[in-house]
């Protein structure tokens, strides 16, 4: 019975370790390409980076359920380490809306030519 629960265990960590991984990656990404839509002013990088949002709430949602079952089955330092990751998350997040906001800068709009 110890042995089963060490292995879960175990498999649990290296599981969050690679999501872990996997998020800090996908939030450097969200980060430099947010940077990168502002300094270009090119609206589709942003739009992409709105997009994959929705990524990241899946991967919220999975440490979410991850971090249920820890407390479940009484795993306290995984449920720390779940909820530091879960912090680190939703601050990526909150970077990578503050960059993708539209800031009104006081310049005019540029005006179309019309044929």
């Given at each position: 019975?110890?042995?089963?629960?060490?292995?879960?265990?175990d498999?649990?960590?290296?599981?969050?370790?690679?999501?872990?991984?996997?998020?800090?990656?996908?939030?450097?990404?969200?980060?430099?390409?947010?940077?990168?839509?502002?300094?270009?002013?090119?609206v589709?990088?942003?739009?992409?980076v709105?997009?994959r949002d929705?990524?990241?709430?899946?991967?919220?949602?999975?440490?979410?359920?991850?971090?249920?079952?820890?407390?479940?089955?009484?795993?306290?330092g995984?449920?720390?380490?779940?909820?530091?990751?879960?912090?680190?998350l939703?601050?990526?997040?909150?970077n990578?809306?503050?960059?993708?906001?539209?800031?009104?800068?006081?310049?005019?709009?540029?005006?179309?030519?019309?044929?």
């Amino acid at each position: 019975m110890v042995e089963h629960t060490l292995r879960a265990y175990d498999e649990e960590l290296e599981a969050l370790t690679a999501e872990l991984s996997r998020m800090g990656g996908l939030a450097e990404v969200e980060v430099n390409d947010a940077i990168r839509a502002i300094a270009r002013r090119d609206v589709n990088i942003a739009q992409a980076v709105i997009s994959r949002d929705a990524r990241l709430d899946e991967i919220e949602a999975d440490l979410l359920s991850r971090r249920k079952r820890a407390e479940d089955e009484g795993w306290h330092g995984e449920t720390e380490g779940l909820d530091l990751t879960l912090s680190f998350l939703r601050a990526k997040r909150a970077n990578t809306q503050r960059f993708t906001r539209k800031a009104h800068l006081g310049l005019p709009a540029l005006r179309t030519q019309r044929p």
